[in-house]
Structures are given as structure tokens and as C-alpha cells.
T-cell receptor, first 113, second 115 residues
Framework: AQKVTQAQTEISVVEKEDVTLDCVYE???????LFWYKQPPSGELVFLIR??????QNEISGRYSWNFQKSTSSFNFTITASQVVDSAVYFCALSTGNTPLVFGKGTRLSVIA | GAGVSQTPSNKVTEKGKYVELRCDPI?????LYWYRQSLGQGPEFLIYFQGTGAADDSGLPNDRFFAVRPEGSVSTLKIQRTERGDSAVYLCASSLVVGGQETQYFGPGTRLLVL
């Protein structure tokens, strides 16, 4: 069975601080896919990134970066120089390919001006 | 292009009533998923369609829940004899598999409140 754990329920930072959201996953499959989604107050889940299990390269997109480490089954998400617009609930999710996503419980990020 | 749309955006009903929730996927997406999100939780899988058929309905909580996708596009989630515990946000996602890889794109959800 697959499982995703986001141990941080809520995080609060001051604008311009860097913040890292943790994600730990469990699966017995050798091929799997990891995702991050953002859910702003409007409620819609916004896709941020997909990572394949066979590609451990870290990725950077603007202020966002992702650190994938198979050795620790983690897929952490860092926001650099956070902004108020980053305030949202962030979900990490896992699938094993053409299967439903298994989500963590989410981390609520509040960025204070 | 247009994203996934869901109607209604909000639905208030009384216990015991029947409700239908509609999902219009991204054009050309063959896979469609329904999830349910309770307050403070992550979305939980309900049912998955590949084309017109339900490929996996293992997430449906009981036989009061049913979903259809008769023409392989629009899907309707149907809940009979609603209970207060059915109150949640119902999310729909669609995806296109390219090269064996898939990304699900979500609609805005339908917020269901059963009184």
C-alpha cells in the first residue's frame, strides 16, 4: 500500500523567509510518481510538479525547488523568499502510474507580511 | 484552453435526498477521477474512469454512491439517501497519459453540505 506523510500541519513564516515543506512516502513499487499540489483559499488544487522515481535530479522553478531523495523516501519542497501569495495548503501525493493519487494531509503555509 | 469544470460549485441538501454532481474534463483527456476532501484532510480517491468504463471504484464508501461517464467525457457522481457525513468537497480531475506518464488536473470542486 502507498502512504504519504506530511508531518508539518501548519507553518508560519515572515515574508522573504525561506521555508521547506517535508514529504515522506512509502511504496513497494519500483516505479512511482511524486507530485506537489497547491490549494489556495479558493479551493482549487493547482499542479506544481511531477517527479518520476527513476529521476532523482533536483528541480528548480523560479522561487520553488524540490529535493527528491530515494534513500530517505523524501520529496521536500522549498520556497525561497516567500511571498504572501504563497499562503496556501500544499499537498504531496504519490501514484504508481495511471492510478489514483494518494495524498498526504497537507501543510498549511501562512506567509505574513 | 479550458480547465476541468464542476457544477454546481455549492450544493445544500437535506438528509435523505438525492444529489448529482457534474464534472466536465479537459477536452481530449481520457482518464477521469473523483476524489472527496473533508475539512483539514487531503483528497481521498472515490472512482476512476478510463474512457466510459469505471476502471477502479474501490474508493466508493458504500452503494449509495455511484458515478457514470456514458460518452467518455462528462461524468456525474450520484449520491442517494444523503447523510450528514457525506458533507465534503467533491473534486474531479482529468488526465492524459503521454509516454506512460500522467498528470491529473483538478477542477474547483463542488462543496456539498447535507443538513
Amino acid at each position: 500500500a502507498q502512504k504519504v506523510t506530511q508531518a508539518q500541519t501548519e507553518i508560519s513564516v515572515v515574508e522573504k523567509e525561506d521555508v521547506t515543506l517535508d514529504c515522506v512516502y512509502e511504496t513497494r513499487d519500483t516505479t512511482y510518481y511524486l507530485f506537489w499540489y497547491k490549494q489556495p483559499p479558493s479551493g482549487e488544487l493547482v499542479f506544481l510538479i511531477r517527479r518520476n522515481s527513476f529521476d532523482e535530479q533536483n528541480e528548480i522553478s523560479g522561487r520553488y525547488s524540490w529535493n527528491f531523495q530515494k534513500s530517505t523516501s523524501s520529496f521536500n519542497f522549498t520556497i525561497t523568499a516567500s511571498q504572501v501569495v504563497d499562503s496556501a495548503v500544499y499537498f504531496c501525493a504519490l501514484s504508481t502510474g495511471n492510478t489514483p493519487l494518494v495524498f498526504g494531509k497537507g501543510t498549511r503555509l501562512s506567509v505574513i507580511a | 484552453g479550458a480547465g476541468v469544470s464542476q457544477t454546481p460549485s455549492n450544493k445544500v441538501t437535506e438528509k435523505g435526498k438525492y444529489v448529482e454532481l457534474r464534472c466536465d474534463p479537459i477536452s481530449g483527456h481520457t482518464a477521469l477521477y473523483w476524489y472527496r476532501q473533508s475539512l483539514g484532510q487531503g483528497p481521498e480517491f472515490l472512482i476512476y474512469f478510463q474512457g466510459t468504463g469505471a476502471a477502479d471504484d474501490s474508493g466508493l464508501p458504500n452503494d449509495r454512491f455511484f458515478a457514470v461517464r456514458p460518452e467518455g467525457s462528462v461524468s456525474t457522481l450520484k449520491i442517494q439517501r444523503t447523510e450528514r457525513g457525506d458533507s465534503a468537497v467533491y473534486l474531479c480531475a482529468s488526465s492524459l497519459v503521454v509516454g506512460g506518464q500522467e498528470t491529473q488536473y483538478f477542477g474547483p470542486g463542488t462543496r456539498l453540505l447535507v443538513l
